[in-house]
Nanobody, 116 residues
C-alpha cells in the first residue's frame, strides 16, 4: 500500500519562500507521475506542477517562482515556492499516479498562507 506523507507549509509574508515535501512510502514500481495540487475553499483542486520522467510542467501562474526537485534515495519530492503571492494561499496536496495497475494516491494536504 502506498502512502504519501506531506510536510512543510505554513504562513509567510508576500515575497517569502516555503518548501513543501512529499515522501512516498511503499512500493514505487509503476510510478508514472508526481504532481502538486492547490485547493481553496469552495473550489476544486487544480494542478500546480506535474512531473513525469520526461519533464516537469508548471502552471503559468507559478512558472519561474516554483521549482520541483526530487531525492530519489528517499522517495521524496519537494516543491520550492519562492516570491510567494497572496493568491498562492491554499491547501497543497501531493498526488502520485501509478500505472500497471492504474492507481492514484493523495497526500494529506498542507496549508500555505501568504499574507501581510
Amino acid at each position: 500500500q502506498v502512502q504519501l506523507v506531506e510536510s512543510g507549509g505554513g504562513s509567510v509574508q508576500p515575497g517569502g519562500s516555503l518548501r513543501l515535501s512529499c515522501t512516498v512510502n511503499g512500493p514505487i514500481k509503476g510510478l508514472s507521475e508526481m504532481a502538486w495540487y492547490k485547493q481553496i475553499p469552495g473550489k476544486q483542486r487544480d494542478w500546480v506542477t506535474k512531473t513525469t520522467r520526461a519533464a516537469t510542467n508548471y502552471r503559468d501562474a507559478v512558472r519561474g517562482r516554483f521549482t520541483v526537485s526530487g531525492d530519489a534515495a528517499k522517495n521524496t519530492y519537494h516543491l520550492q515556492m519562492d516570491l510567494l503571492k497572496p493568491e498562492d494561499t491554499g491547501v497543497y496536496y501531493c498526488h502520485a499516479k501509478f500505472r500497471w495497475p492504474d492507481a492514484e494516491y493523495w497526500g494529506q494536504g498542507t496549508q500555505v498562507t501568504v499574507s501581510s
